[in-house]
């Protein structure tokens, strides 16, 4: 086993890290609290390949593996944890039209979706179906070479500003046997969205309700066939685990060198607060959960390169234990900087708003415990 990066992976981190520092840094606090989305620098990320990031070089993607994914995303997010975030969810729907979708599909969308020409939403959640996603009820009833669509997505990124939405629709019985996916085109007679949600944290990206009514799109823009659509989009959140798994440990870094700048600055009691041993005992905790948390992302990420057996398994626990110990890692900076990580000025509070709700998306962690306990009790 060899824990080394290679050179090209060393000069994806360097690159990423670079545009991180740049373009994102300076203006995170900004977008926070304007809730402006950055359309703009997405782009220029996109120009650096961040947008096709797993995508066929073919169709103008990268063609990067998972491990490369979680170092860009680490990277990106020690910038702005919120808009690395969403171009995981991006990436995402770009890789699903790549790997499920037909050669048209491909060719049509494909490279606008790697130049972020065309933005593209995940939509599977629905006001009645969260972590029990098989249960969705929005349905796709077929007439002739159309797909009548209705019903409503909830919590949806990009809601609104996105130009294509990846969804997961009921074209047969019940149960995920039924699910298909189909893509959706803004503009499309009969899709609406709500009114953005106010949010704890992510402000810099829209998150709304998509609704359907009576939603006419050909069946052309199905991908694959019926009744695989659940499969895909468990597929997806595989890689979109260990992407957002890599999210929170590009906050929790931000936020453990903010905190060693912070302790070696202060002082306290005649001495830095760097000289306590109680801060340098929180200080080796911070680094080791962040180090844990990263070793388990890379080993489901090189599971997932390798279509290990156990890949879903370890896409869970990375994500549930990283995304877990890593919001620990912001908490713990913010007391360490006392009544300063409290304020908006220092940054701190805005990564721990915006990490909290990794432990709930792409599936919340007591069902990636779920998927861990259904893997081992199947192989016991």
Request: overall charge negative.
């Amino acid at each position: 086993m060899d824990f080394a990066l290679t050179d090209e992976q060393r000069q994806i981190v360097e690159m990423a890290e670079g545009f991180a520092a740049d373009r994102l840094a300076p203006n995170t606090a900004r977008w926070d609290a304007e809730a402006h989305f950055p359309v703009a620098e997405m782009r220029e990320a996109a120009a650096l390949g961040l947008a096709g990031v797993f995508v066929d070089p073919e169709q103008g993607g990268s063609g990067l593996g998972r491990l490369d994914g979680a170092l860009i995303f680490e990277a990106l997010a020690k910038g702005c944890v919120a808009t690395s975030a969403f171009l995981t969810i991006h990436n995402m729907v770009g890789w699903m039209i790549d790997r499920f979708g037909d050669a048209e599909q491909r060719a049509r969308l494909l490279p606008k979706l790697c130049a972020m020409d065309m933005i593209a939403s995940y939509c599977l959640t629905e006001p009645g179906a969260g972590s029990d996603a098989a249960a969705l009820r929005t349905s796709a009833r077929r007439e002739g070479d159309a797909y009548v669509l209705n019903g409503a997505k909830a919590f949806i990124s990009g809601a609104g500003a996105s130009d294509l939405y990846a969804v997961m629709v009921r074209t047969g019985g019940p149960g995920a046997a039924g699910v298909s996916c189909v893509l959706v085109e803004k503009g499309t007679p009969g899709m609406s969205f709500g009114r953005p949600e106010d949010k704890m944290g992510w402000n810099c990206q829209p998150t709304a309700t998509v609704t359907f009514e009576d939603c006419r799109i050909p069946v052309e823009n199905r991908l694959g066939a019926e009744g695989e659509g659940f499969r895909f989009a468990m597929k997806g959140l595989d890689g979109g685990r260990i992407n957002i798994a890599a999210c929170s440990l590009g906050g929790a870094a931000w936020a453990l060198e903010a905190a060693l700048a912070h302790v070696r600055d202060r002082q306290a009691f005649g001495k830095p607060l760097a000289a306590q041993q109680a801060v340098q005992f929180m200080l080796a905790e911070m680094a080791t959960k962040l180090e844990a948390s990263r070793l388990m992302v890379w080993r489901a990420a090189a599971a997932l390169d390798a279509g290990a057996p156990d890949a879903t398994m370890r896409s869970a626990m990375a994500k549930q234990f990283a995304t877990d110990a890593c919001f620990d890692v912001v908490d713990a900076a913010l007391q360490l900087h006392g009544g300063y990580g409290y304020v908006k000025a220092t940054g701190v509070e805005q990564r721990l708003r915006d990490l909290r709700v990794h432990r709930i998306l792409e599936g919340a962690n007591e069902i990636m415990r779920l998927i861990v306990s259904r893997k081992l009790l199947e192989t016991a």
